[in-house]
Structures are given as structure tokens and as C-alpha cells.
């Protein structure tokens, strides 16, 4: 008899978040605590808490480069030193189930095909905007294994620096940092803006929400930071769809919600960027599972194995 479920693993480098997740892409439990040092422990820890005998196996999405030949990360900004934790083999030794890897947006995209705005699609890419932006490719109904580090292309070659070592990283000028970073600097310099009575005061206690509610609320400087993030992320999607035609284009994370400013203006900028005939067929959609596709994408990626 098929086994009914997988643990699904998604490690970031905020939270750690662990779901037992149904064959059909339900997720039946999750528990989520603040990523440790610990890593492993951790993860074994979580595991062990939603692990039975009707479980398959255990899919670990992570935020980072990853070498599927060897199962192992090779690195991760927002976790250093993860590349010398052996994940695979501490839990195989400990739970004695099949264990699958991959980059957690990758996961994430997965998990829109066989659950999300994917579903049906053959052919689409994702973009994960938050704190940093990733991507995953689905061609032909099955996952591109590859990097899909989509938040590192260069888009400006004499731009910021980015933590990555590289100049002029998407992910620099278009992510919830990138956006955080250009109010902090605004207010800093003396800026007038309604952001300085979200935060009492302290600029460093802002967050891209705020960011977010002070453009809804009217505030001009808040409105431009947004639009001007989303002109950058329009000149990523419009890199992306030129090169790869897709059915459509997933947006999801925690700016995704910014619809309204940041994405409608990244859509107005990718119309005027890419090859009219390739634009013209693409969808540019929000994401049907929000927080959860990497979840669901994991265990997903265990099922398919």
C-alpha cells in the first residue's frame, strides 16, 4: 500500500517551518520556529514530530545554491556554514526513509504546478519576492533542475554591490530589502514622509509592510520607492520571459502583496521591455498558495521520486 504522506522542510534563514503534507498537496500539520544555529538538530527534532509509519520520505527545501549530484548545499547567504551540515544522511540514519533536497524556490514552483496557479500550465517561471528574490522553472510539466537564481542577474553591470559579491543584482534594486533600505536612507537624510510616525522615530525598525501601507496611505516618497523597485523587478521579468516564453508568470512572497503599486508598475515596465509577441502570451499571475508552496513543493518532490 502507497504510503499516504511526506514531511516537507522548508529552511530559511528567519524561520524554519516543518509540514506534514498529504499525497494530493494538503497540508495536514505544520510547525514553525525561528531558524538556530543548530540546524540539524533542529530538522530532526521537527521531523520527529510528524513522523509515522505511513510517511514516505522527507523533502528539504533550502535557501541556497544546491549540488544535486552530492545532496548538499553549497551555499547560502542567509545561512552561513550550512554547506558542512550533512542533512541527507542524518535523517536517513534517523527516520530510515528516502530524503530529497532542492532550492526552496525551486520547491516552491513545484508546488504551484501540482497544487497552485501551475496547475494545468505547462510551461511558467516563478519569482519568490521577499527579503531576497528567487525563482524556479517548470518547462515541459516538470521541474528545470537547475540554479534558477533569478535574484542575481545582473541587470545594471556598474550597480550596488549585492551580498552575493556581484554588482548590480536584481535582487539589489527590486527585493524587500533592497525596498527597506532605500526608505532607511530616505528618512536618514532628512526626508519628510508619513514613515517616520510608523516607526516612532527609529528608521531601523521599519519593515517593506510599512513601506507598503505609507504608499496606500498617499505618502509620495513611499509610492516612488515602490514603483521604483518594481520598474527594476519589470526589467527582470521582461530578461526572463524574452528568454524563456513562458505560459505564465508566478509572482509570490511577501511583496507579491504590494499588487496594487509594486507589481502593476513591474507590469507596465515588462510590456515595454519584452519582445511584444512572447508578452502578449504570458499571464503574469499571483501565486494560490502563498506561504506555502515550498511545502507543498517539497513533499511533492518526494512523492514524484
Not at 544555529?37 to 514516505?56: A, K, P, Q, W
Request: charged share 20%; with cysteine.
Amino acid at each position: 500500500m502507497k504510503k499516504k504522506y511526506a514531511i516537507a522542510i522548508d529552511l530559511g534563514g528567519t524561520n524554519l517551518r516543518c509540514a506534514l503534507v498529504s499525497r494530493e498537496g494538503t497540508i495536514i500539520r505544520k510547525i514553525k520556529e525561528p531558524t538556530s544555529n543548530d540546524l540539524l538538530n533542529s530538522v530532526l527534532r521537527l521531523t520527529g514530530n510528524l513522523f509515522s509509519d505511513e510517511v514516505l520520505g522527507v523533502g528539504l527545501g533550502v535557501a541556497g545554491l544546491i549540488d544535486r549530484k552530492r545532496s548538499r548545499v553549497l551555499i547560502s547567504p542567509n545561512l552561513p556554514g550550512i554547506e558542512h551540515i550533512d542533512f541527507i544522511t542524518g535523517i536517513h540514519e534517523r527516520f530510515n526513509v528516502p530524503v530529497h533536497i532542492e532550492n526552496d524556490a525551486n520547491a516552491a514552483a513545484f508546488g504551484e504546478l501540482i497544487a497552485g496557479a501551475g496547475k494545468g500550465l505547462s510551461n511558467f517561471v516563478l519569482f519568490t519576492l521577499g527579503t531576497v528574490i528567487g525563482g524556479g522553472f517548470i518547462c515541459n510539466g516538470k521541474l528545470l533542475g537547475v540554479s534558477a537564481e533569478i535574484g542575481h542577474m545582473s541587470i545594471d553591470a556598474d550597480g550596488e554591490k549585492c551580498l552575493c559579491g556581484n554588482n548590480g543584482c536584481l535582487e539589489s534594486y527590486a527585493s524587500a530589502r533592497a525596498i527597506l533600505s532605500k526608505a532607511v536612507s530616505f528618512l536618514e537624510k532628512g526626508g519628510e514622509s508619513l514613515l517616520k510616525g510608523y516607526c516612532g522615530g527609529n528608521f531601523y525598525k521599519l519593515t517593506s509592510e510599512d513601506v507598503y501601507r505609507a504608499a496606500l496611505d498617499g505618502d509620495m516618497p513611499a509610492r516612488e520607492i515602490l514603483k521604483t523597485a518594481g520598474r527594476y523587478l519589470g526589467v527582470g521579468m521582461a530578461n526572463i520571459i524574452n528568454i524563456m516564453s513562458p505560459e505564465a508568470v508566478v509572482l509570490t512572497g511577501g511583496l507579491a502583496e504590494a499588487w496594487d503599486i509594486y507589481v502593476q508598475e513591474a507590469i507596465k515596465e515588462t510590456s515595454r521591455r519584452a519582445f511584444r509577441d512572447l508578452y502578449d502570451r504570458v499571464k503574469i499571475i499571483p501565486s494560490t498558495l502563498t506561504g506555502d508552496a515550498g511545502l507543498i513543493g517539497s513533499a511533492g518532490l518526494v512523492f514524484n521520486e
